[in-house]
């Protein structure tokens, strides 16, 4: 027989190769708890709270994605490549925007509202000395 021959099961036997993840909706309803949580988080109003738990929340389910449903685990090698090519970019693009950003005037341009946030800063010093 063919691997394309029907099993005793009643499936196909080239479907056998598709590696299927049992708890494709457990993770799923994590996420989603998850989820849930950093939103009703925000309602706190604790500042620290709602960061810790949105940056923490974030960081978890990315690992969870990432572990059950991006296969990673099959492609290693080509993780690193794509994690320095990101990186890479990454430093492009703040080489590219930084000297502009971190300055407050430029060639064709002002950045009034830096301006004037440090004229507020300057004058809230000489009030408080």
């Known amino acids: 027989m063919t691997s394309h021959a029907v099993s005793e ?3 196909d036997a080239a479907s056998a190769d ?6 494709y909706v457990k993770v799923w309803a994590v996420l989603v708890v998850l989820l849930i949580i950093s939103v009703v988080g925000a309602f706190t109003g604790i500042r620290w709270l709602t960061l810790l738990l949105a940056f923490g929340i974030a960081v978890i389910k990315a690992y969870m994605v990432a572990k059950n449903f991006m296969h990673v685990n099959v492609e290693r090698r080509w993780v690193g490549y794509l994690l320095i090519t990101c990186l890479l970019f990454l430093a492009i693009l703040f080489a590219g925007v930084a000297p502009d950003i971190m ?3 430029g060639l064709h341009w002002d950045n009034y509202a830096a301006k004037q946030a440090i004229q507020a800063g300057s004058q809230e010093n000489g009030k408080h000395e």
């Open 9 to 11: 099961g009643g499936s």
């Open 18 to 23: 598709h590696v299927h993840h049992g708890n």
């Open 103 to 105: 300055k407050h005037q």
